[in-house]
Nanobody, 122 residues
Framework: QLQASGGGLVQAGDSLRPSCAAS????????IGWFRQAPGKERKFVAA??????????TDTGKVKGRFTISRDNAENTVYLQMRQLKAEDTAIYSC???????????????WGQGTQVTVSS
C-alpha cells in the first residue's frame, strides 16, 4: 500500500527527492513518516508530515532539518522527501510509513512500504 522510490547513488553535496506513493488507503487520513536504516544500525525517524501538510516534524540528529524537506500531494497520494546537501552519513535505506496520528516511533506506524536505497559517496 506504500511504495518508496527515487533513491539512488549520488555524490556528497548532491540532492535527491525520494517519493512515497500510497494506494488502497484513504491517504489524506494518515500522517506519513520517513525512516532510514543505515547498514548495521537501527531504523531511525527522519521526518513526518500531517494530514494537510501543515505540520512537519524532523529528527534532530544528522542536521536533517534545513537540508531535508518533507511535503505531500494528497491529490496524487504521494509524499516527497527533498534531500539537499547530502552527506555520506545519509546513506541508508529510506522507508515510508503511515500512522493515524503524529507520532515519531516506528512501532506507532501502522503501514509500511518497501524502502529505497540512498547511497552518498564522499
Amino acid at each position: 500500500q506504500l511504495q518508496a522510490s527515487g533513491g539512488g547513488l549520488v555524490q556528497a553535496g548532491d540532492s535527491l527527492r525520494p517519493s512515497c506513493a500510497a494506494s488502497g488507503l484513504s491517504f489524506s487520513d494518515y500522517v506519513i513518516g520517513w525512516f532510514r536504516q543505515a547498514p548495521g544500525k537501527e531504523r531511525k525517524f527522519v521526518a513526518a508530515i500531517g494530514w494537510r501538510g501543515v505540520t512537519k516534524l524532523y529528527t534532530d540528529t544528522g542536521k536533517v532539518k534545513g537540508r531535508f524537506t518533507i511535503s505531500r500531494d494528497n491529490a496524487e497520494n504521494t509524499v516527497y522527501l527533498q534531500m539537499r546537501q547530502l552527506k555520506a552519513e545519509d546513506t541508508a535505506i529510506y522507508s515510508c510509513a503511515a500512522a493515524t496520528s503524529m507520532v515519531l516511533t516506528a512501532a506507532e506506524f501502522t503501514y509500511w512500504g518497501q524502502g529505497t536505497q540512498v547511497t552518498v559517496s564522499s
